[in-house]
């Protein structure tokens, strides 16, 4: 009676440390696995915020070609239609700062070079400056504030704060 009822606890611990070694090894491999699904995801968040951050550098080169040829079809697609621009304690509407932009002399040159991009998801913030040149050579830059928010693919300007 002793040997089968040794011989049924050794086979019983057998079972018990088989399925407990399964269990183990199947814990590593899920683990793997999240592990492999985390890295996946943080590689596409990364390529997805590069790919923003490419963006809006793409459209800050293009800012200040399109406001010397008063490009107004460019601001009505990057800026939204409730932009608002900030400067000497006054607050302008979209429609404002275009026609403002179309009033300026087309000899100006102007320069907007984003220096720190911080993007939040669907927002982003662009600390920049913004340069005018005049045909006679004077030069004038002030620090700005961007508030860009992305609707489906594309970034726009919600709000601009200007050191002007």
């Given at each position: ?100 932009m179309e009033e300026n002399p087309s000899d ?49 300007i919600r709000s601009t704060t200007s050191g002007?």
């Open positions: 009676m002793n040997t089968v009822l040794v011989r049924l606890v050794v086979a019983f611990a057998c079972f018990a440390l088989s399925v407990s070694l399964t269990n183990f090894t199947k814990l590593f491999r899920g683990a793997d696995a999240a592990i492999d699904a985390v890295r996946l995801e943080v590689a596409e968040s990364n390529t997805a915020f590069l790919e923003d951050e490419n963006r809006l550098r793409e459209i800050y080169r293009e800012y200040g070609p399109a406001q010397m040829r008063h490009d107004r079809e460019f601001f009505e697609r990057i800026e939204t239609d409730d932009f608002r621009l900030f400067f000497n304690n006054t607050s302008i509407s979209r429609e404002e700062d275009i026609r403002w100006f040159v102007y320069d907007n070079r984003p220096q720190e991009i911080r993007i939040y998801g669907n927002q982003a913030v662009v600390r920049g400056c913004f340069e005018v040149r005049t045909a006679n050579g004077y030069v004038h830059g002030w620090e700005t504030i961007d508030v860009w928010i992305k609707r489906g693919n594309h970034w726009q002007y």
